[in-house]
């Protein structure tokens, strides 16, 4: 699904892939996990990362976008497939300057909502999670979630909104999430603490995820 992501961007941003070093494959808690990244021009930075474990039986895919050009929020898209259950998250960051209508989103929401919600649990980053954010589980849903994914995905890129006006700013918003997540902790960060040491695990979420250095 992240390559079929990666070209709808590509339909409308120049993409160029980023050399990430050492951080494009890592073994980390029985996973390996292989990263990428991309600047998207007239957009922003965009990463992705595909995890495989346990004898094949857990699978993630990752894209996140970091529109550092355009005032769009932070765009985070995880799957996951363990022991029979299909998991879709994706979460919207407020890093925008000025306020987008997010009435496409809504549309997109408001198709898929019989899908088996999943509860995202309490995290410190709730504040500035959007409530257009999506979080659902369920058996047997790959092709309806591939849809949501893919609807959900191409209404975020039609969203109305303008180049960044003052790029200090976003650049602000943008750190309260990364570095909250560095200072936090969670599940998947902290996998790469253990994996890599904190030095190197900041510099792979800035340079490689996010993009922020």
Same mark, same amino acid.
């Given at each position: 699904?992240?390559?079929?992501?990666?070209?709808?961007?590509?339909?409308?941003?120049?993409?160029?892939?980023?050399?990430?070093?050492?951080?494009? %494959?890592?073994?980390?808690?029985?996973?390996?996990? +292989?990263?990428?990244?991309?600047?998207?021009?007239?957009?922003?930075?965009?990463?992705?990362?595909? %995890?495989?474990?346990?004898?094949?039986?857990?699978? !993630?895919?990752?894209?996140?976008?970091?529109?550092? =050009?355009?005032?769009?929020?932070?765009?985070?898209?995880?799957?996951?497939?363990? !022991?029979?259950?299909?998991?879709?998250?994706?979460?919207?960051?407020?890093? !925008?300057?000025?306020?987008?209508?997010?009435?496409?989103?809504?549309?997109?929401?408001?198709?898929? =909502?019989?899908?088996?919600?999943?509860?995202?649990?309490?995290?410190?980053?709730? +504040?500035?999670?959007?409530?257009?954010?999506?979080?659902?589980?369920?058996?047997?849903?790959?092709?309806?979630?591939?849809?949501?994914?893919?609807?959900?995905?191409?209404?975020?890129?039609?969203?109305?909104?303008?180049?960044?006006?003052?790029?200090?700013?976003?650049? =602000?918003?943008?750190?309260?999430?990364?570095?909250?997540?560095?200072?936090?902790?969670?599940? +998947?960060?902290?996998?790469?603490?253990?994996?890599?040491?904190?030095?190197?695990? %900041?510099? !792979?979420?800035?340079?490689?995820?996010?993009?922020?250095?």
């Amino acid at each position: 699904m992240t390559e079929k992501l990666l070209s709808m961007i590509g339909e409308r941003y120049p993409i160029q892939e980023i050399d990430v070093g050492p951080y494009g %494959a890592i073994k980390a808690k029985g996973m390996v996990f +292989s990263a990428r990244a991309f600047e998207a021009q007239g957009l922003g930075h965009i990463s992705v990362m595909q %995890a495989k474990g346990f004898f094949g039986l857990m699978k !993630m895919d990752t894209l996140i976008v970091n529109p550092k =050009e355009l005032d769009l929020p932070l765009y985070s898209y995880d799957r996951i497939l363990a !022991m029979g259950n299909d998991t879709l998250i994706i979460e919207l960051y407020d890093t !925008m300057v000025e306020a987008c209508p997010m009435d496409a989103i809504h549309g997109v929401n408001a198709k898929y =909502e019989s899908l088996p919600e999943r509860d995202p649990g309490q995290h410190w980053y709730d +504040s500035i999670k959007l409530p257009e954010s999506v979080s659902k589980k369920g058996k047997k849903l790959s092709t309806r979630f591939d849809a949501y994914t893919t609807d959900f995905t191409k209404a975020y890129l039609s969203l109305p909104t303008q180049p960044v006006a003052d790029p200090e700013k976003k650049r =602000e918003k943008t750190n309260v999430y990364v570095e909250g997540l560095l200072r936090n902790g969670g599940p +998947s960060t902290d996998v790469f603490k253990q994996a890599l040491g904190e030095e190197k695990c %900041a510099e !792979m979420f800035r340079t490689v995820l996010f993009g922020t250095n």
